[in-house]
C-alpha cells in the first residue's frame, strides 16, 4: 500500500506561483509513476503532469506546458509540481497519485488509467 499526501495549495493571483509537493509512504519502493491531476468544479478531473520515476521521463498537458514543471526527490520520497505564470483557469483541486505499474512511460500524454493510488487533494484557486 501507498499512501500520498499533498501540500502546498493556496490562493493566488494571476501571473503567481505555487509549489505542490506530495509525499509518499508505506511500500514507496514499489512506485514507478507518479502524477498530478486537478478537478474545478463541474467538470471532469484532468491530468495535468507525470513523471516515471526510473530515468524522469515527463509528460505534461497541453496548457500547462511550458508553465508547470514535475519533478522528483527520491531520497524524501516526495514529488513536486512547480506553477508559474498561474491562470483563473488553472483553479481547481489538485490531487496527487502513483502507481507501481510503468505503463504512464508508454505514452507522452497524462492519463488517469495508469494511476490507483490518490491523495485527497490540495486546493489551488487563482484571482484574476
Known amino acids: 500500500q501507498v499512501q500520498l499526501v499533498e501540500s502546498g495549495g493556496g490562493s493566488v493571483q494571476a501571473g503567481g506561483s505555487l509549489r505542490l509537493a506530495c509525499a509518499a509512504s508505506?511500500?514507496?519502493?514499489?512506485?514507478?509513476?507518479m502524477g498530478w491531476f486537478r478537478q474545478a468544479p463541474g467538470k471532469e478531473r484532468e491530468g495535468v503532469a507525470r513523471?516515471?520515476?526510473?530515468?524522469?521521463?515527463?509528460a505534461y498537458a497541453d496548457s500547462v506546458k511550458g508553465r508547470f514543471t514535475i519533478s522528483q526527490d527520491n531520497g524524501k520520497n516526495t514529488v513536486y509540481l512547480q506553477m508559474n505564470s498561474l491562470k483563473p483557469e488553472d483553479t481547481a483541486m489538485y490531487y496527487c497519485?502513483?502507481?507501481?505499474?510503468?505503463?504512464?512511460?508508454?505514452?507522452?500524454?497524462?492519463?488517469?488509467?495508469?494511476?490507483?493510488?490518490w491523495g485527497q487533494g490540495t486546493q489551488v484557486t487563482v484571482s484574476s
Open positions: 497519485a502513483a502507481d507501481p505499474r510503468p505503463t504512464c512511460s508508454w505514452h507522452p500524454y497524462v492519463s488517469r488509467s495508469d494511476f490507483g493510488y
Open positions: 508505506g511500500y514507496t519502493a514499489s512506485i514507478n509513476c
Open positions: 513523471i516515471y520515476t526510473v530515468g524522469s521521463n515527463t
